[in-house]
C-alpha cells in the first residue's frame, strides 16, 4: 500500500487517531484541538474530523498541516516508513508479505576504492563549468573523482552499495563506464533525497539526476540507464524501496528510448502514480546548461501527463500497428513453438489467454513444459503454477526436455538450473489454492521480476468447484483482465469431461465447467495421444511383425488448434513423441535439441549421462 492508501484509511478513523495521538486535546465540533505535533496544551492545531477534509490538519502557528499519516511521523519524531509501520499495526492491516526467493549475495564495493579526497580540477572543470552543477550538488552526491574519472558512489543507508566511474574522454563518440563487479543493482541517489517525501523522479543518469535536485526536485537516477528488460534489474532490489511512494515522476531522454523507458517502467512501477515529464530540451542537465529557470522546469513537472489505461487509445494512435500487421512479420510480438510446421500459423503473444486441455494421461502438461522451454530460450521469464505435480517431479520432467537426455548427470541438472536463474519461477503449493491468493503473486511476480508467462495447472485445483459456473466464469475474466492490464500471457489447463473411450481427441466444447472458459480464451488447444498406434506398436513387438504401413506413418500426438482469435489459422499439426527427451518432434527424422548447450558443459568437465539416448544430440 502507498502512504496516500495508509493516509485515507488512518482518516476513516481520524476522531480515534486523534485521540491516539493527542490525547490531551478536545473536540470542539467536527475539529479536534491541541497546541502542537507534540500534543501540547493549546488549540493552534486543529484536525478535521469530518466534511470533505476529514483527516487533514493544519497547525496556524507554525503554518505547517497535511495528512494523518504526517502528523503521525512528526508526533513520533520518525520516518515515514516507520510511521507507515505502526500506523498498519495500529488499524491491524495485513498486506500480503513477500520476500524474494532467490537472494543473491552481492558484494560491497571498499571505500578506498572512492578516489581522491578532494575532486581534481579537470572533474571540477567539466561538472561546474560544462555541467552547470553547483560545489553543494556535488557535496550532496558525494562525487569524487580519480585521474581523468568522474566517481559516482551509490549510497544508501550510509551503506556504499556500488561505485560507477565516468571518464572524461570518450571512444569513438561512446562513454566509457565502469561499474564495480557484482554489486547489488540499485538507484543512485538515496544519500541525497529526502526520504519522507512522498513522491521521487527518476531519470536515465546521474548527472539528470543531481541536476533535477539542483532544481529543487527529489530525484533519483537508474543505474543502467534508459531501455527495457535487463535494463531494470534493478527494480528486483528497490522494489520495496520504491513501494511508498504517492507518486513517480518519469523524467527521462525526449527519445525512443527513453519513451520505451518509461512505458516499461509504467507498467511495473503503478499506472496509477506514474507522470512522465516532457522537457524543452532533451534531458534535464541540458536544460540546465541552455539557462531553463527553477520556474519552467516545475511547470513541465506541474503539466506531466498521467498514464492513461492501457484500453482507451484513439483508433489513429494504431495506425502503424495495422500497416505492419499487414505487411511486416517481425513486428508480430510474441514466442514462436519450437517447431517449424507451426511457424506462421501459432504465435504466443503478450495479453493472450490460451486453454489446453486434454484427455487424462495424453500429455498435455508435458506438452506445454515443451513450449516454454522454448518460450524461455527466446528471452521469456516464467511463472509455473503446478497444483497438480510437486516440483521436484515437475523440474525432473523439464529436466530431461532441457537437456534432451532420459538422465542427465548431476553437474548437467545444475548447468540447466543456473540457466534457469533469471527465466523460471515456480508457484510452490500442491493441491488446491485460493484464487485471490494465486493472483496476489502473479501480479508480485509481473512487478518485481518482469514475469511475462505464467502457467496455471490445472483450472479444478484453483479452489473452485466443478458445478460453480458463476465462479469459475468470474475467475477467467480475472485472468483475462490481468493479463490484459499487465501486457503478459497466461496458459490455463482445464480437464475435459469423460468421453466413451480415448480414440477421439476432446474439443473446446468438452471442457469441464462453464462454456465461458474457453468462451474467453485467446487461443483452444488440446493434446491427444494416438493410444491406437501405441497398442498396435506394442502388439508388434509381442508377436514380431510389422504394423500397417498406414499406421506407422500415423503421428504419435496431435496438437489441435480450434480457436484462434487473433490469427487466421485454425488444425491439427502432428508431432512424433521421443521417450528418453520428453520432446515433441517434427517428423520422424528429426532429433531432440537440448534447450541447455550440452557440449559446452561437456567441454568443461561435466560427465552428463548419454547412455541412455539412443540418438545424438544436436545442440
Same mark, same amino acid.
Given at each position: 500500500m502507498r502512504a496516500k492508501e495508509i493516509s485515507e484509511h488512518l482518516a476513516q478513523r481520524a476522531e480515534d487517531v486523534a485521540k491516539h495521538l493527542l490525547p490531551a486535546g478536545k473536540r470542539v465540533r467536527d475539529e479536534w484541538h491541541v497546541g502542537n505535533v507534540e500534543g501540547g496544551k493549546g488549540e493552534s492545531l486543529k484536525i478535521a474530523l469530518a466534511g470533505e477534509k476529514k483527516g487533514l490538519w @493544519?497547525?496556524?502557528?507554525?503554518?505547517?498541516?497535511?495528512? #494523518?499519516?504526517?502528523?503521525?511521523?512528526?508526533?513520533? %519524531?520518525?520516518?515515514?516508513? =516507520?510511521?507507515?509501520? +505502526?500506523?498498519?499495526?495500529?488499524?491491524?492491516?495485513?498486506?500480503?508479505? &513477500?520476500?524474494? !526467493?532467490?537472494?543473491?549475495?552481492?558484494?560491497?564495493?571498499?571505500?578506498k576504492n572512492l578516489g581522491e579526497s578532494q575532486l581534481n580540477s579537470a572533474v571540477k572543470n567539466y561538472l561546474l563549468g560544462e555541467r552547470k552543477l553547483t560545489l553543494e550538488t556535488l557535496e550532496k552526491f558525494r562525487i569524487k573523482s580519480a585521474g581523468r574519472d568522474i566517481i559516482f558512489p551509490y549510497w544508501r543507508s550510509n551503506a556504499l552499495v556500488q561505485i560507477k566511474k565516468l571518464n572524461l574522454d570518450r571512444d569513438a563518440g561512446k562513454k566509457k563506464i565502469i561499474v564495480e563487479k557484482n554489486c547489488e543493482p540499485c538507484l543512485f541517489g538515496w544519500q541525497a533525497i529526502d526520504g519522507n517525501l512522498r513522491e521521487v523522479t527518476l531519470t536515465e543518469g546521474e548527472l539528470d539526476a543531481?541536476?533535477? %535536485?539542483?532544481?529543487?526536485?527529489?530525484? #533519483?537516477?537508474?543505474? @543502467?540507464?534508459?531501455?527495457?528488460?535487463?535494463?531494470? $534489474?534493478?527494480? +528486483?532490489? =528497490? &522494489? *520495496?524501496?520504491?513501494?511508498?511512494?504517492?507518486?513517480?515522476?518519469?523524467c527521462f531522454d525526449q527519445d525512443e528510448t527513453g519513451e520505451s523507458t518509461a512505458i516499461d517502467l509504467v507498467e511495473r512501477l503503478g499506472r496509477h502514480r506514474c507522470h512522465v515529464v516532457s522537457l524543452p530540451h532533451k534531458d534535464a542537465n541540458e536544460c540546465l546548461q541552455q539557462?531553463?529557470?527553477? =520556474?519552467?522546469?516545475?511547470?513541465?513537472?506541474?503539466?506531466? $501527463?498521467?498514464?492513461?489505461?492501457?484500453?482507451?487509445?484513439?483508433?489513429?494512435? &494504431?495506425?502503424?500497428?495495422? /500497416?505492419?500487421?499487414?505487411?511486416?512479420?517481425?513486428?508480430q510480438q510474441g514466442y514462436t513453438p519450437p517447431w517449424q510446421k507451426s511457424h506462421g500459423k501459432i504465435l504466443f503473444r503478450p495479453d493472450e489467454l490460451s486453454l489446453w486441455t486434454g484427455i487424462n494421461g495424453h500429455g498435455k502438461s508435458q506438452f506445454l513444459g515443451h513450449i516454454i522451454l522454448s518460450m524461455m530460450q527466446q528471452g521469456a521469464r516464467v511463472c509455473v503454477a503446478s497444483l497438480e505435480l510437486k516440483p521436484e517431479r515437475l523440474l525432473m520432467r523439464l529436466a530431461r526436455q532441457a537437456g534432451a537426455v532420459s538422465q542427465p548427470s548431476r553437474a548437467y541438472i545444475q548447468a540447466i538450473h543456473e540457466w534457469y536463474s533469471d527465466k523460471l519461477w515456480i508457484f510452490n503449493v500442491l493441491g488446491n489454492t485460493k484464487t485471490k491468493r494465486l493472483l496476489d503473486v502473479f501480479l508480485y511476480a509481473r512487478q518485481r521480476y518482469g514475469i511475462d508467462v505464467f502457467v496455471i495447472d490445472s483450472l479444478m485445483k484453483c479452489g473452485i468447484g466443478e458445478?460453480?459456473?458463476?465462479? !469459475?466464469?468470474? &475467475?477467467?475474466?480475472?485472468?483475462?483482465?490481468?493479463?490484459?492490464? %499487465?501486457?503478459?500471457? /497466461? %496458459?490455463?489447463?482445464?480437464?475435459?469431461? $469423460?468421453?466413451?473411450?480415448?480414440?477421439?481427441?476432446?474439443?473446446?466444447?468438452? /471442457?469441464?465447467?462453464?462454456?465461458?472458459?474457453? *468462451?474467453?480464451a485467446d487461443y483452444c488447444f488440446t493434446i491427444w495421444r494416438n493410444k491406437q498406434k501405441e497398442e498396435a506398436v506394442q502388439q508388434a513387438k509381442f508377436s514380431n511383425t510389422p504394423i500397417c504401413s498406414a499406421l506407422a506413418e500415423q503421428a504419435d500426438s496431435l496438437w489441435i488448434c480450434d480457436k484462434n482469435r487473433n490469427g487466421d489459422w485454425e488444425g491439427k499439426l502432428g508431432l512424433w513423441f521421443d521417450p528418453a527427451s520428453f520432446q515433441y518432434l517434427d517428423s520422424t527424422q528429426a532429433r531432440p535439441k537440448a534447450f541447455v548447450d550440452f557440449l559446452a558443459w561437456s567441454n568443461n568437465g561435466d560427465t552428463a549421462n548419454t547412455a541412455n539416448t539412443t540418438r545424438d544430440i544436436q545442440t
Open positions: @493544519f497547525d496556524f502557528a507554525t503554518n505547517e498541516g497535511g495528512d #494523518l499519516l504526517e502528523l503521525w511521523r512528526l508526533n513520533r %519524531h520518525t520516518s515515514l516508513v =516507520e510511521a507507515v509501520k +505502526e500506523a498498519k499495526q495500529y488499524m491491524h492491516i495485513a498486506e500480503p508479505v &513477500f520476500a524474494p !526467493q532467490r537472494q543473491n549475495s552481492y558484494s560491497r564495493p571498499s571505500e543531481m541536476t533535477l %535536485h539542483q532544481y529543487g526536485i527529489n530525484a #533519483l537516477s537508474l543505474p @543502467f540507464g534508459g531501455g527495457t528488460g535487463n535494463k531494470h $534489474k534493478w527494480l +528486483e532490489t =528497490e &522494489f *520495496d524501496r520504491l513501494s511508498l511512494f504517492d507518486e513517480i515522476y518519469l539557462g531553463v529557470t527553477r =520556474e519552467a522546469i516545475q511547470q513541465c513537472f506541474a503539466s506531466a $501527463k498521467s498514464c492513461d489505461p492501457a484500453e482507451l487509445k484513439g483508433a489513429e494512435t &494504431f495506425t502503424k500497428a495495422v /500497416i505492419d500487421g499487414f505487411y511486416s512479420e517481425e513486428s458445478e460453480d459456473y458463476s465462479a !469459475q466464469k468470474q &475467475f477467467v475474466d480475472q485472468l483475462c483482465d490481468f493479463k490484459n492490464q %499487465h501486457q503478459c500471457q /497466461i %496458459h490455463l489447463i482445464a480437464h475435459p469431461r $469423460k468421453g466413451f473411450d480415448e480414440s477421439k481427441a476432446p474439443g473446446k466444447m468438452d /471442457i469441464k465447467g462453464t462454456g465461458s472458459v474457453s *468462451d474467453l
